[in-house]
C-alpha cells in the first residue's frame, strides 16, 4: 500500500512539472484579442489613412500608383476586411509560436542521431555516457530517453523484479514522459485548424455581402450606378482573396507543425524499443 502511494505520488509530481506555464496559457489568452485591436487599427488608420485617396477623404477614389492605392483598394473590401486581417495576425502569431516551441523540441541534433548513439554506449554498457548525450540534445526526445535511461539504471540493481518486469517498467516509464511531452507539441494547434475554416468562411461571408451591394447597384431604377456595381464587386473579390489566402497559410503550415510532430514521434517510438530491447539484450 505504502509502495503504491510513492508511486502515485511520483507520478503526480512529475505530472505537475510538466504541465504548461501560466505565461504559456496567458500567451494564447492574450493573443486573440491583442490581434483583433492591432487588426482593427490597421485597418482604419493605415488602410483608411485619408494620403490613400484623393482629395484627402476616405470616399474619393484610390490614387493612381503606390502602395497608398492598394491600402484605398482593401479598405473598400468593408468591415469584414478589419476581422479577416485580425485573423490573420492570429494565424501568423501561433505559426512563429509553435515554429519556436517545436525548433526547441527538435533538439540541438535529430532524434534518430541521439537514438543511435544511446545505443552505441548502451552496448558498451556505458549509462552515463548515454545520459549525457540526452543532455547535449536538450530536445523532447532526449527528454524521453533521459526518463528512460534512468529507469533503466534503476532496475540494473533491481533484485526483487525478473527481466520481464524490469522491461515493462522500462516500457511503462517512456510511455508517461511521452504522454506529458505530446501535448506540449501539439499545443495550440487548434487555433491554426480552426482558422483553416473560418477564414475561408469569413471570406465568404465578405463576398456575399459584396455581391448584395453589387445586385443592389443593379437592381436600381434606370441606368445602374456603375461606381456602386464595381465597388460591390471589388469587396466581394477583396474579402475573397483575404480568406483564402489566410486560411491557405493556416492548412500549409498546420500541416508542417503535424509532419514535425510525427517526426519526432517517431525517434520517440525508437528511442522506447532501443532500451527494452537493448536491457534485454544486455541484462538477462
Partial sequence: MAETKTTVTAATAKASSHQPKKSSNLFAALAVPICLVI????????????ANFQGGTTEGHPVESGIGKWFATVYKGGLIVPILISVLLICLTFVIERFLYLSKAKGKFSGSELVRKVQFHLANRNIDA?????DKQKGSVGNVLKAGLK???????NTELDTDQ???????E???TTALELPMMEKNLVFLSTIASVATLLGLFGTVLGMIRAFAAMSTGG??????LAGGISEA?????????TSAVAIIMYNFFTTNIDSITYAIDESGF???????????
Fill in 39 to 50: 487588426g482593427f487599427l490597421f485597418y482604419f488608420f493605415v488602410l483608411g489613412n485619408p
Fill in 130 to 134: 548515454a545520459l549525457a548525450e540526452c
Fill in 151 to 157: 529507469k533503466y539504471k534503476e532496475m540494473i540493481s
Fill in 166 to 172: 524490469k522491461i515493462l517498467t522500462i516500457k511503462n
Fill in 174 to 176: 517512456i510511455e508517461e
Fill in 223 to 228: 441606368a445602374p450606378d456603375s461606381a456602386q
Fill in 237 to 245: 473579390l477583396i474579402n475573397t482573396a483575404l480568406g483564402i489566402g
Fill in 274 to 284: 532501443t532500451l527494452t530491447q537493448s536491457f534485454a539484450a544486455n541484462h538477462k
